[in-house]
């Protein structure tokens, strides 16, 4: 018997990490079409297509998170915040319309919905990206979990920033604190009793971007927000992209206490799980001053900070310097926290 | 305790009929923007966003059809069907670009997940429509029933055709036989053994509807294909939007043999069944029949037939006659099919 035939799909071809990757590759790309534009012989989180002298960018991400309430948010927030999020790392800031397609399980409370619809529209107003059209479907009970979501955000924008433009020599920002989000989840999903606040990250990010872009300008070279896979899924993507090596200072990486404590608690790097209001910003080393100072004056980026650089040796490799010394920071694989968003 | 509290989401909410439009209403029309367009306020199949001199439309649809595989068809091919045609449905007959997001259960044989892909690919090389970027969740075994698509749509468009155009006097067409797609998956999933050979019409019509109004141009005024609610769903939509009455002659309507058959075993009118390869076209009196000539030359358009017209009395009624009598056709209510498509 055939062995393809016997595959089946695993939670780690969701995770955002390598299996994902090689799933997009084998199967999805396929669908890839000769278009003038960026990002499509990836079937990236976003294209954008040439319009006369303008670039329109979209982009997809369905939201299957579990619990659709969450300390911090909810999957309505999830999806909208997701959505502009990844048309901002694409430089576009201003969002066109948003879609909104839902898929309820029958039986879901409608107390829910509207409290998840609230969310989103809330959401919306805060990122100014209006929803223009929407769909819903309903499955029987026992056919899908709770709640899930679709979001397609368009936008047109005059440059479109990718994640591929790093050269040696660059610097690397993170607009403030890792791991909330996943850590946040997780520890709620398995009801962990941790002390202090850990609250989930999510939030739209377009207007900190926005000022971002407004300082650099061109020497914003590449942008990514680390969801799945977390930073360390993003600094391998820019450093692929980009052909060159990366290496973190550890020690700057802005972690709160609780997610610390969490990580530690579970055995996980927070390094490694996922955020919803983060970016990592990849830009030439004359504007890092400028481009840090805008985050910080805007208030969802106060704890903005360089926390690696580009080099020119090792391309593709992603180098942790603790303090102590370095080792090689592998990229994210499996299914460490699924539907995590 | 409140009963508002208690109210649960049932199958009938997303069945296309006077539920969901209700639910619609309720609950996801706040989340409608102010925006420059059509189609906004009612949160539309599609929505039509002014850009400079043109037309942005925007369409989103989710798809958890059900078997995945079905005679004529599968989930890929209504998703990317679905998607070009409610583009095509607003006159906009040319994609720019279309979005995949999956949601696969843990487990689903890749094998199948490659069908499908290579259905999408088939599919959208049959409209014309590039995929430019998608999005891969992957859920928990028992959590999701095999797998979910999602598939937006966006194209420019100079003229925007609603769905509201109809006045007293304009003539429907139907582009074809009706309820082949619903008849088909409802016998395959309760194994029906019927004579015949009883098959989805699941198909881009981006083409055929581009031939429609090359052909009557300004007085192609309404167009809406008969998804979920069936040609009867559609009459009541237009007549009420448009504020006319519909008077539908039964006999003249297209219907396969086996629809029929099937339909009268089954207890269900094909008025009521979903199709996903049809349109009903709305059209001054005067260019029926150049309409009418340009869609039968049309290898999807040849059973095209003029089946119904607009009349000034009773606004946002539909009338049905049978040839021996008149009776009031109701706007479907329940779920008649679930996960039809």
Known sequence: MDTKVQ?????????????????????????????????????????????????????????????????????????????VNDLAMMGATEPV?????VIIEEGFPRADLERVVASMRETAKEAGAPFVTGDTKVMGKGQVDGLLLNTTGVALADRVVSDAGLRAGDLLVVTGSIGDHGMAVMARR?????????????????????????????DVVAMKDPTRGGVAGVLHEMAAKGGVGIVVDEPSLPVNDEVRAAGEMIGIDPLLVANEGKAVIGVRARSADKVL????????GARATVFARAIAERPGAVILDTGFGRRMLAEPEGELLPRIC
């Open 97 to 101: 319309g948003l879609t909104c397609a």
């Open 190 to 218: 398995h009801d962990l009793r941790l002390e202090g606040d850990l609250r989930s990250d999510v939030a739209p990010i377009n207007g900190l971007v926005r000022a971002a872009l407004a300082a650099g300008g061109e």
């Open 293 to 300: 100072a805008a985050l910080r004056a805007h208030p969802l």
């Open 7 to 83: 595959q089946k799909i695993g939670l780690k071809h969701g995770s955002g990490g390598r299996a994902m990757r090689q799933l997009i590759e084998d199967v999805f790309l396929s669908l890839a079409s000769p278009v003038d534009g960026i990002g499509l012989s990836a079937l990236d989180d976003g294209a954008a297509i040439r319009v006369g002298d303008r670039w329109l960018v979209i982009t997809t991400d369905s939201h299957v998170v579990h619990p659709i309430f969450f300390p911090g948010g909810d999957i309505g927030r999830i999806s909208v915040s997701g959505t």
